[in-house]
């Protein structure tokens, strides 16, 4: 039997204003620009510039019952100093011509390779069947996709018949382009091509030919380093032989696509803030790219003003009034998240300056105090998924450098002393002696650890193998040298 109750709960929700500043939080400072741009394209009461506010009198009185819409109020769009003539703090300016950066085109990594196909000379059947398998070559430069699958491809979009046999034929041409070592179906095939064409050139080299044979009949061998049993396999005598063989085929290029494929784009690292030493006083400001000139347009306040005084039982003029209204409200509250933004930048910046303030005079990564992400929001007071969004997407440029904020973010060790170390110093010293061990007898991570432990940082073999992956080294086997 169906019963009606009632229940109370409490419940917490985002109010919409929350999230747009949540959003534009976590933006870093090269795609604000973007942003805004967004924004003013979707909100025709949103401006650009800067403007002085003008006078506004206040409005007629009437009847609030006749209101187009509830909790309506004009002197909140009229003549509001903090939005009008709206600027935001900021250091520095730019020029219109610095705005944009042009970046040169290059052809991508598709065009390059049709290009080539056409001086082969191929009848209009095989130049389709060649530009299906040159569109099946992804941005690193290799093909994946099974023979057989692109022969059905084949089948079902271009109606053309072929087999696995004229395809590998095609692809064999294909394989000579450049770069060398394109149109591969695995790593193992990628660095033979390679190898092969070396070889071409050089005519009989012993190295070349070594190195052919390492890849051929040891490559599972060689990606695991097991240069004895490439030694035992191959019956190599001379060691110079295998040593020299081993650094030609390190010296291949096993991604050819990204050399020359696709659109070459130069990234520029654009700082969010600009620390200063100034005879020991940090001179902190916020990039003035954060500051953009914003304004509520004031041909819509304008436009509300003149709806205000006409006759309020229109039911368009009620649907026109608030959908101004809403625009309005829209632009009041983007610029209210902007300049929300700005202060939480600021206040997070200032409490990392002030906790790193060692670090910040010399550069010296042994003076990073141990920090995580509840020292900062406790000492600015908000929340830590707060400062976790500003860290991980902001950047700082200091007098020793761009550092991203989470860089001053890391977790404190115990020293034999009774000291707290950041663990950035134990990778450092870690790193140190990894790049000093003998490579023809690498040390392990329990040997690692035992050589931390007697410079005083006490952690377990399982902290080295953590902190030696974050710094992308292989284990000790991947490491040995000849």
Known sequence: MQKLSLSQTLGQKLSPQQIQFIKLLQVPTAELDTRVEEELELNPALEEGREEPEPVSEADDYD??????????????????????????????????????????????????????????????????????????????????????????????????????????????????????????????????????????????????????????????????????IVRKLNIDDQELLKDAVAAIVKLNPKPGGVSGGIVKTQYLIPDFILSNNNGKMDLTLNSRNAPELRVSQSYSDMFKAYDKSDKKDKKLKETVSFVKQKLDAAKWFIDAIKQRQNTLLRTMEAIVKYQYEFFLEGDETKLRPMILKDIANEIQMDISTVSRVANSKSVQTDFGIFPLKYFFSEGISTASGEDVSSREVKNVLAEFINNEDKKKPLSDDKLEKALKAKGYNIARRTVAKYREQLNIPVARLRKEL
């Open 64 to 229: 609030e019952a006749e209101s187009p819409t509830d909790d309506l109020n004009v002197e909140d769009y009229l003549g509001d100093d903090d939005y009008s003539g709206y600027k935001m703090q900021g250091d520095g300016s730019y020029d219109d011509e610095d705005k944009e950066m042009p970046i040169a085109m290059q052809a991508s990594l598709n065009d390059q390779l049709e290009m080539q196909l056409g001086y082969l000379g191929l009848d209009s059947r095989s130049e389709t069947i060649a530009k299906q398998l040159i569109g099946s070559i992804e941005s690193d430069g290799y093909i994946r996709r099974e023979l057989d699958a692109i022969v059905n491809d084949l089948a079902f979009s271009q109606n053309i018949e072929t087999d696995i046999e004229e395809l590998e034929e095609l692809l064999g041409q294909i394989q000579q382009f450049d770069p060398p070592g394109i149109a591969a179906r695995n790593l193992q095939e990628c660095l033979l091509i390679q190898l092969q064409r070396k070889l071409e050139d050089l005519e009989e080299d012993p190295v070349l030919q070594a190195a052919i044979e390492i890849i051929e009949h040891c490559f599972d061998e060689f990606t695991k380093k097991h240069y004895d049993k």
